[in-house]
DNA sequence: TATAAAAGTAACTGTTTGGTTGCTTTTCGG
DNA sequence: CCGAAAAGCAACCAAACAGTTACTTTTATA
């Protein structure tokens, strides 16, 4: 095989091992010689192509966040249609959120460290919905009072909540939030409260 | 003075330090030299109070999740009387949270580690909320259909959630929510939502 | 096919950290 | 006021860790 391949695959093994270890133990749990372990590579190449720990971290950081952009440009190509439109950018983000667990944890671990290297990172993950919502208070599909700022930081928080603090909550409410039929509910729950609240 | 008065006061400064150390920067991160330090204790002093590392930790929790039992009370004493209650459940946990930002924090911290340490305390944080919106529709006041349990876990999450994501969705969304008045903002926002989803 | 650059490896290092040990000082019941 | 028990302390230790070094193997190209 020729070698830049080669290191496009060892650096991918890297990096999909280090996305596992980091979301689950965080950075300052995770261990390096753990994720060149389960890499099935030298420790060496770690550092060889990702410079330090803290290197590879924002780099599996940049990748995740890069799979948002699936979602933003599912949103982007709608038009604004009514209820239906509201049901898919809820529905959108939590089939997202479902698919990428790891996007959850790391999101979290970030805040917690004061989003020290998340901070470098962009992403537009408002800019689709919130332009959807200003189309249908402009068409008069939506009434015209609606804050459409904190609706759409509404949206993010309570789909993003639904993912983000199960075990305590599973635990103080004695429902396991955490089963795919448990989250469908909270999907159907989260639609209804919001468009109760933005029509009418 | 009297040495279980010293006791107690040197048990009190080393919870006070954990508590700011654990809630900064988890379990993993923290160190026991720094907490020892900042207590004004020698490091001894920690183990032979609180065992280990893990035992101080757990302390600290107990602790912390054990002033929610004021917010508990708070609404043990309420009877349903229509908006007004439903106003005093949201705005009264988020006083909780604010005053609390620990609270907050440790939460976090321990939902990525599964909960391994809370998952030993209990709290009821819920049965106060679910009984006032249970008397609520029981007479007549909210509508019939209403959801209360999935309700009472939105209520949690959206309350919680305005104190947890912070960093990244102030950077995302572009404004700052981590002010006194931006939180003002999202609490008005949070109880309209709720209004126009348990009534009607 | 000769050779230089890059990929890969194992063994090592300096430091940090949770936890311990052996000792001195303070407190308090009788 | 005496003696035991608890409080308090500084120095120490073994393990774990991020990062390095010195070396071998593979690949690309001229």
Redesign the interface.
């Given at each position: 095989m020729e070698q830049k391949k080669k290191t496009e695959i060892t650096k991918n093994k890297i990096l999909e091992a280090a996305e596992a270890e980091f979301s689950a133990?965080?950075l300052?749990?995770a261990r390096v010689d753990s994720i060149a372990k389960s890499a099935g590579v030298n420790k060496q190449m770690i550092y060889a192509h990702f410079e330090s720990k803290e290197g590879l971290y924002t780099a599996v950081l940049s990748r995740v966040y890069g799979r948002l952009s699936v979602y933003q440009e599912t949103i982007a190509a709608y038009t604004f249609q009514g209820a239906e439109t509201v049901r898919r950018i809820i529905s959108d983000y939590f089939d997202f959120l479902m698919e990428n667990p790891s996007f959850v944890?790391l999101?979290?671990?970030?805040?917690?460290n004061?989003?020290r290297y998340?901070?470098g990172i962009d992403?537009e993950?408002?800019v689709g919905a919130e332009r959807l919502l200003r189309e249908g208070v402009e068409r008069g599909m939506l009434r015209p009072t609606l804050?459409v700022?904190?609706?759409?930081?509404?949206m993010?928080?309570?789909c993003?909540?639904?993912f983000?603090?199960?075990?305590?909550?599973s635990?103080?409410?004695g429902?396991d939030?955490k089963t795919p039929d448990a989250l469908r509910?909270?999907r159907e729950?989260?639609t209804?409260?919001?468009l109760?609240?933005v029509f009418?």
């Amino acid at each position: 095989m020729e070698q830049k391949k080669k290191t496009e695959i060892t650096k991918n093994k890297i990096l999909e091992a280090a996305e596992a270890e980091f979301s689950a133990l965080g950075l300052a749990a995770a261990r390096v010689d753990s994720i060149a372990k389960s890499a099935g590579v030298n420790k060496q190449m770690i550092y060889a192509h990702f410079e330090s720990k803290e290197g590879l971290y924002t780099a599996v950081l940049s990748r995740v966040y890069g799979r948002l952009s699936v979602y933003q440009e599912t949103i982007a190509a709608y038009t604004f249609q009514g209820a239906e439109t509201v049901r898919r950018i809820i529905s959108d983000y939590f089939d997202f959120l479902m698919e990428n667990p790891s996007f959850v944890r790391l999101m979290l671990w970030e805040n917690l460290n004061d989003a020290r290297y998340a901070a470098g990172i962009d992403t537009e993950l408002f800019v689709g919905a919130e332009r959807l919502l200003r189309e249908g208070v402009e068409r008069g599909m939506l009434r015209p009072t609606l804050d459409v700022e904190q609706t759409v930081i509404s949206m993010n928080m309570f789909c993003f909540s639904a993912f983000s603090n199960l075990h305590t909550l599973s635990k103080i409410s004695g429902i396991d939030l955490k089963t795919p039929d448990a989250l469908r509910v909270r999907r159907e729950h989260i639609t209804e409260l919001f468009l109760k609240y933005v029509f009418e």
